[in-house]
């Protein structure tokens, strides 16, 4: 019998590698980039430190190629939307990494197997994975399959800005003050820490917390909460229409 959350034979493997359109030549690469850290001391980290920056490189190149007429500020734009967690978690669960992730019976129980930062740890620590077995072609090739048909089919302008930016200009849009962020907390060891930020629009005695793996992160979180809120409710100006 497999152990807790270890894929039963090759089955589960061999479909997501189908789903990559990627054989790795070293397997043990692929179980690495799949454990969590919870489960082994042989855990994802460090390719998932590698994988953020092929990711960011394989993107880039793909955006470079596909919006060949576009400047930097918007290019930055859409592959800030690319790489972010939110877009990572749909990719993750597209590949069915839920299913073959190994994590420790606590973290499983406590429903790591499907909390949005460990699934886009994990697709990144898979891209790093797959650079160290194939090089950068073969991760580009990767990013293509699973990014292509998003950039391909789309035009630039339907990219929406990032949250923090939409915020911002709704705000000002209706002569209010931009809004304030702050750290609420911090938790977790330094290398690993999630962030705790508060979103404050002080005019309309409003707040939203977000949480994330970067200040930054938790900032768009909690600006995209506030959005939210605002376009449910009557304040000056009438709803926002996107």
Same mark, same amino acid.
């Given at each position: 019998m497999s152990p807790p959350n270890e894929p039963s034979g090759d089955t589960r493997l061999e479909r997501l590698q189908q789903r990559l359109g990627y054989w790795f030549e070293q397997p043990c690469l692929l179980h690495r980039a799949l454990t969590h850290r919870s489960f082994s001391a042989d855990h994802n980290e460090r390719l998932e430190f590698l994988g953020d920056a092929v990711l960011g490189l394989a993107v880039s190149s793909l955006l470079y190629e596909r919006f060949s007429g576009s400047d930097e500020g918007d290019l930055t734009r859409v592959r800030a939307h690319l790489v972010r967690e939110e877009s990572l978690h749909r990719v993750a669960v597209a590949l069915g990494l839920p299913e073959v992730m190994r994590l420790s019976d606590g973290e499983a129980r406590s429903g790591g197997g499907q909390r949005p930062s460990i699934l886009a740890d994990t697709v990144e620590a898979i891209l790093g994975a797959v650079y160290l077995d194939g090089g950068f072609p073969a991760a580009a090739h990767v990013l293509q399959r699973l990014y292509g048909d998003t950039i391909n089919g789309a035009d630039i302008a339907s990219f929406g800005k990032d949250a923090k930016?939409?915020?911002? =200009?709704?705000?000002?849009?209706?002569?209010?003050?931009?809004?304030?962020?702050?750290?609420?907390?911090?938790?977790?060891?330094?290398?690993?820490?999630?962030? =705790?930020?508060?979103?404050?629009?002080?005019?309309?005695?409003?707040?939203?917390?977000? =949480?994330?793996?970067?200040?930054?992160?938790? =900032?768009?979180?909690?600006?995209?909460?506030?959005?939210?809120?605002?376009?449910?409710?009557?304040?000056?100006?009438g709803p926002l229409r996107s």
């Open positions: 930016t939409e915020l911002q =200009e709704w705000l000002q849009g209706r002569k209010l003050p931009v809004p304030s962020y702050r750290i609420e907390s911090t938790r977790g060891q330094a290398h690993a820490q999630t962030f =705790e930020v508060v979103c404050e629009v002080p005019a309309l005695r409003l707040s939203e917390m977000g =949480e994330g793996r970067s200040r930054r992160q938790a =900032e768009q979180e909690a600006a995209r909460k506030m959005l939210a809120t605002l376009r449910a409710s009557d304040v000056p100006g």
